[in-house]
């Protein structure tokens, strides 16, 4: 069992700080999942690159560090890049060669409902999703307070979820 914290970030260099400090804070690569257009521009660093005593470098997204990262055509959304445990979820395919829709992943990974539809409007407006699968109190509040630093948006949480494999 995990309980899942997610952020939605305003830019692939927020998304790229996070990651990295999530690295750092000792989480691994597959129980942290990204979500976002493929037409997102990887390669951005933060607008300020020296802020916080990082370089341009350490605010790049290492899509290489993240499990599993696909670029997956998503009916009726677009294509969009995805890692970590959610690219299992949208992989679960109702008929051969299609994808399950957006909010369904969502939900899968453990989005409530209500809110799912509220991050699949923001995801498919170009920001961002990250969701990370904390196992207790502790490794949430490092989550939550990394989310928070970072200024990301939407910072929620929900119910634990088993573990999909």
């Not at 995805?82 to 989005?111: F, N, Q």
């Not at 920001?127 to 989310?147: E, G, P, Y």
Request: proline residues 4%.
């Amino acid at each position: 069992m995990y309980k899942p914290v997610f952020c939605i970030c305003q830019s692939i260099g927020q998304t790229a700080a996070i990651v990295n400090n999530l690295k750092m804070a000792g989480f691994s690569n597959n129980e942290i999942s990204l979500l976002f257009s493929e037409s997102a521009n990887t390669e951005t660093p933060l607008q300020n690159p020296g802020e916080n005593g990082a370089s341009a470098e350490e605010n790049r997204l290492d899509l290489e560090w993240i499990s599993g990262i696909a670029s997956l055509e998503i009916p009726g959304s677009g294509r969009f890049v995805a890692g970590g445990p959610i690219v299992v979820e949208l992989s679960r395919t109702p008929k051969k060669d299609s994808v399950v829709d957006l909010m369904t992943a969502l939900v899968g990974v453990g989005i409530p409902g209500q809110e799912a539809k509220h991050y699949q409007e923001k995801i498919k407006s170009g920001l961002t999703l990250i969701v990370v699968n904390t196992a207790n109190v502790d490794t949430r509040d490092s989550a939550n307070t990394i989310f928070r630093q970072a200024d990301a948006q939407d910072i929620s949480s929900s119910e634990e979820v088993s573990v999909i494999v």
